[in-house]
């Protein structure tokens, strides 16, 4: 069974944890960019002054802060803030601050990420904006001219214990922040806003990672505002806002063969408006050993959703070289509990499985959603499950 964990206690522990990483600030040493050089007016680049506090943090035995203070930093190259460090805790204070990206999109659009933390244990960021500036990437791309795929904003990666409070990321190129290879990450009060045709911004994209909490996300973005990749175990949201984009997905899996699985997710109160879709399952019609299973969606409401509740294992969103072929992916032992609102289309729960290998044991409780006033339809094809309760539309199963 998934992990419950009750409101309350996550709020104690985020508490607990405001509180002792305080006390441990009060004995830290701190680092200010400006002292290295930075430019808070963001005319200069300012990419090597913080690379420079970074490193002189990275290096301390004791406990450390890096300060950025209120202004506009341009950091206009893609930048690694890499471990392992000496220090166990590092801090990175940003209120009042904003990164901002280059001008030029090309300048980051090939590389992976703009802003990156690997191989780190300990981190701590608070507050400030990230700004890629990735609206000229996105006219780009909807030109149809030939344009760099972009930079996801900001990765987590192959770290431990991590934390980021209170940061907001705008107008990613890319998604806007990835928590990848990682343990024990935890992500509160993160808000995240792109237009809602800007393309492939997602919001936070998890794989490959364990222990991960995503706690009172707001997100308005182009695609979808919490995406699962393969890999990820003991995944928690809870008190996310989502709209415009494309909801809550785990996927799209089934790339290859052999990928990891995904399990233990919990989504717990949730608001979609007028989003593509809310919870949403999605998979590639070709062989794969991957597997979803354990996993909870819980306390949400649909604001003129146009699919609220679905499972697509025929994904091919372009239409176009589709495989054509059953998914490997076995999906199982989902539950959807507390669902409420309205859906943009006729069919409000759709559960189009594979047939190599039907979804068992979905569960639907308490389901009560509509159609302009009226009931809206169900589809099954190759699902089994039960419902109970008051359910609307009627099951399909």
Request: proline letters at 5%; glycine letters at 12%; charged letters at 15%.
């Amino acid at each position: 069974m998934a992990k419950q964990l009750p409101h309350t206690l996550l709020l104690r522990h985020a508490l607990f944890c405001s509180l002792f990483f305080t006390q441990i600030l009060a004995k830290s040493t701190t680092y200010n960019v400006v002292d290295f050089g930075a430019d808070p007016t963001g005319l200069k680049d300012s990419t090597l002054a913080f690379l420079g506090a970074w490193s002189n943090a990275c290096g301390s035995w004791r406990p450390a802060r890096i300060q950025v203070p209120p202004g506009q930093f341009l950091l206009g190259t893609a930048t690694r803030f890499g471990g392992p460090c000496n220090s166990k805790v590092i801090s990175i204070s940003m209120g009042g601050a904003t990164l901002v990206g280059p001008s030029d999109y090309r300048a980051i659009g090939e590389a992976l990420h703009w802003l990156t933390f690997d191989q780190v244990s300990g981190v701590r960021i608070h507050g400030g904006v990230l700004d890629a500036r990735g609206g000229s990437l996105w006219a780009c791309k909807s030109s149809g001219q030939p344009c760099p795929i972009g930079a996801i904003t900001l990765g987590i990666t192959n770290s431990n214990n991590v934390v980021v409070t209170g940061l907001s990321s705008i107008n990613s190129q890319l998604f806007h922040m990835i928590i990848s290879g990682c343990n024990n990450v935890k992500v509160h009060g993160v808000k995240i806003m792109a237009p809602g045709n800007s393309p492939n911004t997602d919001g936070i994209h998890v794989q490959f990672s364990s222990d991960v909490t995503i706690l009172n996300p707001r997100i308005r973005t182009g695609d979808d505002c919490v995406s699962v990749g393969p890999g990820t175990k003991n995944l928690w949201v809870e008190d996310i806002a989502c709209g415009p984009g494309h909801g809550i997905s785990i996927g799209s899996l089934g790339w290859g063969m052999n990928e990891d699985g995904v399990t233990n997710v919990t989504v717990r109160t949730a608001t979609f408006s007028k989003t593509m879709n809310g919870f949403r399952i999605k998979s590639w019609g070709r062989p794969s050993n991957g597997f979803v299973n354990d996993v909870h969606f819980e306390h949400a409401f649909m604001s003129d959703v146009q699919n609220p509740i679905v499972i697509d294992q025929h994904y091919c969103p372009y239409y176009s070289g589709c495989p054509q072929m059953a998914s490997g992916i076995r999906i199982s032992d989902i539950s959807y509990k507390d669902i409420h609102g309205t859906s943009a289309t006729q069919v409000a729960v759709k559960f189009d499985c594979s047939l190599k290998h039907p979804c068992r044991r979905l569960r639907l409780e308490d389901v009560n959603l509509t159609y302009k006033n009226q009931v809206p339809q169900a589809s099954c094809r190759n699902a089994g499950g039960t419902a109970f309760g008051t359910v609307q539309p009627e099951s399909c199963f």
